[in-house]
């Protein structure tokens, strides 16, 4: 069997060392996780999604420990299920990706059915108030889905960088107004900047997911390498044979001392 290249095996340790620390990242923010959502209602499938994190991270660690035996002894089975099983494990994770790529659709149109549903906007003031302050956007769709009880929350300042108009005015905003000059509020809705924003954190998990898909890839070839060198037979010299040694061309001892 033969030895493996020192700088290979040095590579393949950091590379497996990242993957353990992304592992262990990962289980301490599933535990967090875990704990936030059970004490929500209503969370079953949120809470699926943490046990399958769960599973992901405690499989790439226990790989990660094979993959350190087997490069430290120099163990070829632990190098085989290492391998193998990031192997498996990126092909999950790819599949995992293109499954959020193709439902990016889907989950917009959740994600706009869970929030009408909130309405009509009648004690969802608390909910909204420092959204509506701070994404500059009024209602879910307009501002007209708070009838005539329009928050004060939705009121335009001189920053604003958001379109406004203006308030009706048998709107409430007006009931402690004396004068006739207009109240200016948000016109757009908040729900779409609702959108947006889910819909930007799918995109930055899918591209986390990509690169640690591609360095379980990397840590996969690395450990085939090292395989491939393992499984390789030294090289043996070979033996030369002298003209001088097929002749028997040597001289005793005993004549040497006697010469002398």
């Known amino acids: 069997m033969g030895r493996a290249n020192v700088w290979l095996k040095r590579t393949f340790i950091v590379v497996i060392s990242l993957i353990a620390i992304i592992s262990l990242l990962l289980l301490g923010f599933s535990l967090f996780s875990h704990g936030h959502l059970h004490q ?11 046990h399958v994190m769960y599973v992901i991270a405690a499989v790439i660690i226990l790989l990660t420990i094979f993959g350190a035996i087997g490069v430290w002894k120099e163990i070829r089975w632990a190098l085989i299920v290492y391998a193998v099983g990031m192997i498996l494990s990126s ?34 003031t608390e909910f909204l108030d420092d959204i509506q302050t701070e994404l500059e956007c009024c209602g879910l769709e307009s501002y007209r889905d708070w009838k005539f009880n329009i928050p004060n929350s939705c009121l335009c300042t001189d920053k604003s960088t958001n379109p406004c108009v203006a308030a009706p005015r048998n709107s409430s905003l007006f009931n402690s107004q004396m004068g006739d000059e207009p109240i200016m509020i948000y016109e757009k809705g908040c729900l779409p900047y609702f959108i947006e924003i889910i819909m930007s954190l799918i995109r930055i998990v899918l591209g986390v997911t990509l690169g640690v898909m591609l360095l379980w890839i990397l840590s996969a070839v690395l450990c085939i390498a090292i395989l491939c060198q393992l499984d390789r037979k030294k090289d043996t010299p070979a033996v030369v044979y002298s003209a001088e040694a097929k002749a028997g061309n040597y ?10």
């Not at 929500?40 to 943490?50: D, H, L, N, T």
């Not at 959020?100 to 906007?121: E, I, M, T």
């Not at 001289?251 to 002398?260: F, K, Q």
């Open 91 to 124: 092909l999950l994770m790819l599949g995992l990706n293109i499954q959020g790529l193709a439902s990016q659709s889907q989950v917009r149109q959740d994600v706009k059915k869970q929030y009408l549903n909130l309405l009509p906007l009648v004690n969802a």
């Open 251 to 260: 001289t005793t001892l005993a004549e040497v001392s006697d010469h002398s």
């Open 40 to 50: 929500q209602e209503e969370a079953e499938r949120e809470i699926a999604v943490i």
